[in-house]
């Protein structure tokens, strides 16, 4: 039995060092995969560029964007929030593309003060007009630990998932005279930056800069399910044969994502008459 155990612990501690160095292989380089684009030292790369972390004080927040271009994908990170009183702070996560008309898929985090529930505001751009807000409360305290928050995007729809949960479904309408992402590579970006004019309980509670510096934390990006645009932009990674091109929301799926609507969804644009009081977006009555 003596020797049985041994053996038995000697398979485990190859397993784990095995799985370990499958996990550093696949582990992200913040250094190959993005630049840090404005707030100097506030944005620091970690950990041999394992880490990436934001920080925000009373001059400046930070922010940074993937070095690669996308035509669709299914794109996620994992994020440690703003920790402790981080009112009137918002991190920011998103795709985006350039130029004035653009098109854009947003995550945006507001803080809020110390216990109380983050709020994810969520909203889709396209040719420059957004307008399409929903938001949500978390179940889960995203300043304990990294939670994954991805976006599939591609022809059919766009869906926003947290932990793999989705939690909002922007479909395509165009037929119905919607407009759709769909014609527009976009980067990845994230920012933290103050907005205590707007963003926790729309301004009325304003940032404490005695808790700054702000710091929000990411790892684990994920672009391995996503259709690389050339630098020359005329090919992609992908091929029209690309299985995640076609996906959608199983029904299960869909059940899960109701209950969630259900549950924590707090706003809703479609359902905000006073906003539209000449009818609500066409998309609404099909969402």
Same mark, same amino acid.
């Given at each position: 039995?003596?020797?049985?155990?041994?053996?038995?612990?000697?398979?485990? $501690?190859?397993?784990?060092?095995?799985?370990?160095?499958?996990?550093?292989?696949?582990?992200?380089?913040?250094?190959?995969?993005?630049?840090?684009?404005?707030?100097?030292?506030?944005?620091?790369?970690?950990?041999?560029?394992?880490?990436?972390?934001?920080?925000?004080?009373?001059?400046?927040? %930070?922010?940074?964007? !993937?070095?690669?271009?996308?035509?669709?994908?299914?794109?996620?990170?994992?994020?440690?929030?703003?920790?402790?009183?981080?009112?009137?702070?918002?991190?920011?996560?998103?795709?985006?593309? #350039?130029?004035?008309?653009?098109?854009?898929?947003?995550?945006?985090?507001?803080?809020?003060?110390?216990?109380?529930?983050?709020?994810?505001?969520?909203?889709v751009y396209t040719q420059g007009k957004?307008?399409?807000?929903?938001?949500?409360?978390?179940?889960?305290? =995203?300043?304990? #630990?990294?939670?994954?928050?991805?976006?599939?995007?591609?022809?059919?729809?766009?869906?926003?998932?947290?932990?793999?949960? =989705?939690?909002?479904?922007?479909?395509?309408?165009?037929?119905?005279?919607?407009?759709? =992402?769909? #014609?527009?590579?976009?980067?990845?970006?994230?920012?933290?930056?103050?907005?205590?004019?707007?963003?926790?309980?729309?301004?009325?509670? $304003?940032?404490?800069? !005695?808790?700054?510096?702000?710091?929000?934390?990411?790892?684990?990006?994920?672009?391995? !399910?996503?259709?690389?645009? %050339?630098?020359?932009?005329?090919?992609? %990674?992908?091929?029209?044969?690309?299985?995640?091109?076609?996906?959608?929301?199983?029904?299960?799926?869909? $059940? $899960?994502?109701?209950?969630?609507?259900?549950?924590?969804?707090?706003?809703?644009?479609?359902?905000?008459?006073?906003?539209?009081?000449?009818?609500?977006?066409?998309?609404?009555?099909?969402?």
């Open positions: 039995m003596a020797i049985l155990s041994k053996s038995l612990e000697l398979m485990t $501690k190859t397993l784990l060092i095995i799985m370990g160095m499958l996990l550093a292989v696949h582990a992200t380089n913040f250094f190959n995969e993005f630049d840090i684009t404005w707030g100097g030292n506030r944005a620091k790369i970690l950990n041999s560029g394992e880490v990436l972390t934001l920080s925000l004080d009373s001059s400046s927040g %930070s922010g940074f964007q !993937s070095k690669n271009m996308y035509m669709f994908g299914r794109i996620g990170m994992q994020l440690k929030l703003v920790p402790g009183n981080s009112a009137g702070t918002v991190t920011s996560y998103y795709l985006k593309s #350039d130029g004035s008309t653009w098109d854009e898929i947003d995550f945006e985090f507001l803080g809020n003060v110390t216990g109380e529930p983050y709020v994810v505001h969520t909203n957004g307008d399409r807000e929903q938001q949500f409360y978390l179940w889960f305290d =995203p300043t304990k #630990d990294f939670h994954t928050y991805s976006v599939l995007w591609n022809p059919q729809t766009v869906i926003f998932y947290v932990d793999d949960v =989705p939690i909002r479904e922007f479909k395509n309408m165009k037929p119905k005279g919607v407009a759709f =992402p769909m #014609d527009q590579p976009m980067r990845l970006f994230s920012s933290i930056y103050n907005a205590d004019q707007w963003a926790t309980r729309g301004g009325l509670i $304003k940032t404490d800069w !005695s808790f700054s510096p702000f710091t929000a934390s990411y790892r684990n990006f994920n672009a391995g !399910s996503a259709c690389v645009l %050339s630098p020359n932009r005329r090919s992609s %990674s992908c091929s029209s044969s690309t299985a995640w091109l076609r996906d959608g929301l199983h029904p299960k799926e869909v $059940k $899960k994502m109701k209950g969630v609507q259900k549950r924590f969804r707090i706003y809703d644009y479609c359902v905000d008459g006073k906003r539209f009081p000449s009818g609500l977006p066409p998309e609404c009555g099909a969402l």
